[in-house]
């Protein structure tokens, strides 16, 4: 379970006297208990290295996003320090599909649900989330998606 790697991480961390690495993971482990509180309350609980790699590409998201932005500001030290963790962050993420793996998921996907255009992106879209979604950045899948489907 990708929980357990990263309490090793911690452990690790913490041995090797890598305070940066350890408040990075620290982070993570905070980010995946604050969602665990939030789930308390839900219906049905989704498996737990999902609900882990929810939260961890939540927070490579607003890395980037943070990062983007220290850079337009000249702020080097800031963006230095998310840098770091973002290489944390993505040490714990299931390995990613390829581009060519992803278009021929995407084409598989098509031809299975037997979608034919536009109208028909959410169900192409679903199921690939359903399937391939840690693998997969769906941001990107979106466009390819439209673009199999605007195309063919």
Known sequence: MIRDTIKAAQ???MKAGDKPRLAAVRLILAKVKDRDIELRT????????SLVVEVLQKMVKQRRESITLYEQGGRQELDDI???ELVVIEEFLPARLSDDEVKA???AIIAETGATGP?????VIGAIKARYGTEVDMSAVSALVKAALTAG
């Open 42 to 49: 839900a219906a049905s609980l989704p498996d737990d290295d």
């Open 105 to 107: 998921a995407i084409a």
């Open 82 to 84: 998310e840098q770091a």
């Open 11 to 13: 452990i690790s961390a």
């Open 119 to 123: 109208k028909d992106m959410g169900r």
